[in-house]
Nanobody, 120 residues
């Protein structure tokens, strides 16, 4: 399984971006059955879990992004997303996607990061 994250870029505060994470070379049961997560890491800071989407469709968010970010999926495209609205300078970080396929016979998969820069 390969995860490819994209959608990062530079945006002004208050703007929006949508990150995508495409899973290739995986079977649908692993993609759909695994939990999907977005993490971020800003320079000099520890990696932070931003959002989780379980196989059952439940979502959880870091307090810092609640009501601004939305995680979603499209199983037919084997893709999950992070819609980020009302971006703040403190949202600037490298965002990475994760698919935890271990509950359904897969592995814990990581994509490369995509950089989000928010200017105030």
């Amino acid at each position: 399984v390969q995860l490819q994250a994209s959608g990062g870029g530079s945006v002004q505060a208050g703007g929006s971006l949508r990150l995508s994470c495409v899973a290739s070379r995986t079977i649908l049961t692993v993609f759909s059955g695994g939990a999907k997560r977005w993490y971020r890491q800003a320079p000099g800071k520890e990696r932070e879990l931003v959002a989780t989407l379980t196989s059952g469709g439940s979502t959880t968010y870091a307090d810092s992004v609640k009501d601004r970010f939305t995680i979603s999926r499209d199983n037919s495209r084997k893709t999950f997303y992070l819609q980020m609205n009302s971006l703040k300078a403190e949202d600037s970080a490298v965002y990475s996607c994760n698919l935890d396929g271990r509950p359904v016979g897969g592995l814990d998969y990581w994509g490369q990061g995509t950089l989000v820069t928010v200017s105030s």
